[in-house]
């Protein structure tokens, strides 16, 4: 299978990150994980996409605050599906959020919402599952009891009233 690469800008990010790598490895998806700055480490960040795809990469995820362009900077630098995630260290988040979604065209950044790194990871395995089969299995499994869950809560939530 191939990898997700979880990249954050600074181990501040750590805290939502984290969120990412426990749904990964709910799926059983490998992955590596790394600190490295668009603008702190930018040759360590560019080294790292360039050689993603030969490394057995198949989707990054990017997670970073404030001005954050380590998303972009790594979609920049290959052709893999980029995942951004904006981090709330600031401005709620808006100021991440649109530093990572507002992409020229042709080098896309896919955005989840402000700290949503579990989407993150869920759309990392998703892209992954296209084409294995067992992968997607598991997802199906995961919306199904996602889905028990709130039918569940449904069949009480008058009790609690
Ligand atoms: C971004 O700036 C990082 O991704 C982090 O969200 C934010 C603040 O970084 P620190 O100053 O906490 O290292 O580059």
Redo the contacts with the bound molecule.
Sequence with gaps: MKKVGII???T??LPIVRKAAEVLKDFGVPFEAHVY?A?RTPGEAKEFAASARDKGFGVIIA????A?H?AGALAAGTTLPVIGIP?S?SMNGLDALLSTVQMPSGIPVATVAVDGAKNAAFLAVQILAVEDAALAEKLAAQRAKNAADILEKDRTIMDNL
């Design positions: 954050m800008g600074s501040s990010d700055s603008h997670a970073a605050g404030m954050a380590l981090i260290s």
